[in-house]
């Protein structure tokens, strides 16, 4: 296994913050992928780490501003 990942949505958006402190990152923030008991759709969060980062405690972070108009 090379990468474990997670999802979490509004109104838990915030059950990733052991996750962080565990090493891993957020890779991805959806808008409206989340369906509430209405049926409105609300936020959700990925996170994931990867086997290297986890074997050797070191983090790969994410260039958010990677690519421009």
Same mark, same amino acid.
């Given at each position: 296994?090379?990468?474990?990942? =997670?999802?979490?949505?509004?109104?838990?958006?915030?059950?990733?913050?052991?996750?962080? /402190?565990?090493?891993?990152?957020?890779?991805?923030?959806?808008?409206?992928?989340?369906?509430?008991?209405?049926?409105?759709?609300?936020?959700?969060?990925?996170?994931?780490?990867? /086997?290297?980062?986890?074997?050797?405690?070191?983090? $790969? $972070? =994410?260039?958010?501003?990677?690519? $421009? =108009?």
């Amino acid at each position: 296994m090379r990468k474990i990942f =997670l999802h979490a949505g509004s109104p838990f958006l915030h059950a990733g913050s052991p996750f962080l /402190r565990a090493g891993f990152i957020k890779e991805a923030h959806y808008r409206q992928a989340w369906p509430d008991a209405g049926g409105d759709p609300l936020a959700a969060v990925a996170y994931a780490i990867l /086997r290297s980062n986890w074997e050797f405690g070191s983090t $790969t $972070t =994410l260039d958010w501003n990677e690519f $421009t =108009l």
